[in-house]
C-alpha cells in the first residue's frame, strides 16, 4: 500500500499506516528483549545518535535484517509550520510521524555527502547499511 517517497502526502494511504516502524524478525526481538510496540533506537556507523520509532516483530523478515518503509519522518514537505514571504504556510504535521531511514543510510566515504550509491544505475542503496537496534526505557 505503500507508495516509497510520496506515500506520506497521500491522506487515504496516510490513514491506513499513519506511521512507520522498524521491522524485525522474532529472534532478533527476543536477543533484545523487544515486542511489538516497543520504543526503539536505531543507530548506524554514518549516524551514532540514531532514529527512535516503534519495533515490530514478524517472521515475515530474515533474521539478522531490519527494514524501515519509506517516506515517513519528514522534517519538510509541509510537514511544519512555516512562513514564506510573511504569509504562513498550510502544513501537516502527520507528515513527520513516524521515522526517516535517510538518515541512517551508510555515507558515501569518498564524497562524504550522500550516501552509498549503486553502481549501475546511481540510485541509494538502501542495503549497504548495517545498524544496531536497542530498547528505549
Same mark, same amino acid.
Given at each position: ?10 491522506p487515504?494511504?496516510?490513514?491506513? %499506516? ?11 526481538? =527476543? *536477543?533484545? @528483549?523487544?515486542?511489538?510496540?516497543? #520504543? ?41 509550520? %512555516? ?11 502527520? =507528515? *513527520?510521524? @513516524?521515522?526517516?531511514?535517510?538518515? #541512517?543510510?551508510?555515507v ?25 537496534v536497542?530498547?528505549?526505557?
Open positions: 500500500t505503500q507508495t516509497q517517497s510520496r506515500t506520506i502526502v497521500c487515504s494511504l496516510q490513514a491506513l %499506516m499513519p506511521e512507520n516502524f522498524l521491522e524485525m524478525h522474532t529472534s532478533d526481538a =527476543r *536477543a533484545r @528483549g523487544l515486542e511489538t510496540g516497543d #520504543l526503539v533506537r536505531a543507530t548506524s556507523a554514518s549516524n551514532p545518535a540514531g532514529i527512535q520509532g516503534r519495533v515490530w516483530v514478524t517472521e515475515a523478515i530474515r533474521p539478522g535484517v531490519v527494514a524501515i518503509a519509506n517516506s515517513f519522518g519528514r522534517w519538510e514537505m509541509s510537514s511544519r509550520a %512555516m512562513t514564506i514571504d510573511g504569509q504562513p504556510r498550510d502544513f501537516d504535521p502527520g =507528515r *513527520a510521524m @513516524g521515522m526517516s531511514s535517510n538518515l #541512517l543510510m551508510r558515501d566515504p569518498v564524497l562524504g555527502d550522500v550516501c552509498v550509491t549503486e553502481t549501475v544505475v546511481g540510485n541509494a542503496s538502501f542495503y549497504e547499511t548495517r545498524v544496531e536497542k530498547k528505549l526505557s
